[in-house]
């Protein structure tokens, strides 16, 4: 490892979240991580919703299920993983003998916030009778508290793998629990929780848009609230989105999630028009402020120095591995994922 003061370095980390050592301008940061990755035998592991630097250096782009998929079938020593921390997180879970490490240890989601374990805890124990299926985006605390995790991609097939008289709870997420219950007809008892980002679209300005594409589809992340998701001609993951985006007839899209996603999709189909939905505030698109946290600066950065690192509490990783895995199974059985 690079020649640095570790106890310095980890102070500053819990600090500020990153390692702020200096890169000289003329370094290539490409050129640099590819050594690394070879060196180290590492691998990047990097989320839609990273910056185009990011993806582009990155050997798996993928959405949480396609992510946790590669964690668990990695060979690398290392997983460089950028995304925010629940993900980096799921990563170790599946990994304890792996080191993970993530670019900024402060690139949290708002949705895991909105779950906080205690109240979680209470809101259980008044429900004993059900059983618990938490979306990926929540903590590990909230994990080991569930029977089974889902992720946008595989959410309706986890439900419908549950007995329909087994009365369910379904964290963090409202929006997307919401979604599940008009699909699957399960009748589901809500975490009132929600995602920043997706949350923000505006329906009036998402209609607009349309108004002036009339040809353009309107394509969301199950996410967003009701009021955009009933305008939307297609709702999926952001793997299912880029997916559908490419082979779909349409050459105009008006795309109801977080803007990192246009980077593939203009890569993988560029006669095609993305055009990002506009949210309720003064921006024209919407960027999550925590997976944006990452840049390839701090992924350089904590490549070579192996810093920020994953750590976890070896009761609260095992708990949280079994829902884990029963997910990873269902979705394997189903021929989910990538
Ligand atoms: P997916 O990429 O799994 O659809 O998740 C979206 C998201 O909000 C991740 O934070
Ligand atoms: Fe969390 Fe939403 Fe950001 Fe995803 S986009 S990390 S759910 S805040």
């Keep these: 490892?690079?020649?640095?003061?570790?106890?310095?370095?980890?102070?500053?980390?819990s600090r500020r979240g990153f390692l702020d050592v200096s890169v000289d301008a003329s370094v290539d940061l490409f050129h640099e991580i590819e050594l690394l990755k070879k060196e180290k035998n590492a691998i990047v592991l990097a989320h839609y919703y990273q910056e185009p630097d990011i993806q582009d250096v990155a050997d798996y782009i993928g959405d949480s299920l396609?992510?946790?998929?590669?964690?668990?079938?990695t060979n690398a020593d290392i997983i460089v993983f950028a995304g925010v921390h629940f993900m980096a997180e799921t990563a170790k879970i599946l990994n304890p003998k792996k080191k993970v490490v993530l670019p900024d240890l402060k690139a949290g989601c708002s949705l895991a916030d909105s779950a906080p374990?205690?109240?979680?805890k209470a809101f259980k124990e008044k429900h004993p009778d059900h059983i618990v299926i938490s979306y990926i985006n929540c903590t590990a605390d909230i994990k080991a508290m569930s029977d089974i995790i889902c992720t946008s991609s595989n959410a309706q097939k986890i439900i419908e793998s549950v007995p329909k008289d087994q009365p369910i709870?379904?964290?963090?997420?409202?929006?997307l629990g919401a979604y599940l219950i008009k699909k699957t007809g399960r009748?589901?008892?809500?975490?009132?929780?929600?995602c920043m980002v997706h949350e923000i679209f505006s329906q009036q300005k998402i209609l607009?848009?349309?108004?002036q594409h009339p040809d353009a589809k309107i394509i969301a992340h199950p996410e967003c609230e009701e009021a955009v998701l009933q305008h939307a001609d297609y709702i999926g993951s952001t793997t299912q989105l880029l997916k559908f985006a490419v082979i779909d007839s349409a050459n105009e899209f008006i795309v109801a999630t977080e803007t990192g996603i246009l980077h593939?999709?203009?890569?993988?189909?560029?006669l095609k028009t993305f055009i990002p939905a506009p949210p309720d505030n003064m921006c024209a698109c919407n960027d999550c402020p925590h997976m944006k946290l990452n840049t390839l600066?701090?992924?350089?950065?904590?490549?070579?120095?192996e810093q920020p690192e994953i750590l976890m509490d070896e009761l609260i990783r095992v708990a949280s591995l079994k829902p884990i895995q029963r997910m990873l199974e269902i979705s394997k059985a189903a021929g989910l994922g990538g």
């Design 66 to 73: 396609g992510l946790a998929q590669q964690a668990e079938k």
């Design 297 to 305: 600066e701090k992924l350089y950065l904590c490549m070579k120095y």
């Design 264 to 270: 593939q999709m203009q890569k993988d189909a560029p």
């Design 169 to 175: 709870i379904f964290a963090p997420d409202k929006n």
């Design 208 to 211: 607009k848009l349309k108004a």
């Design 117 to 120: 374990a205690d109240a979680f």
């Design 187 to 194: 009748d589901m008892l809500l975490w009132n929780g929600a």
């Design 1 to 13: 490892m690079a020649d640095i003061n570790i106890e310095k370095a980890k102070a500053e980390i």
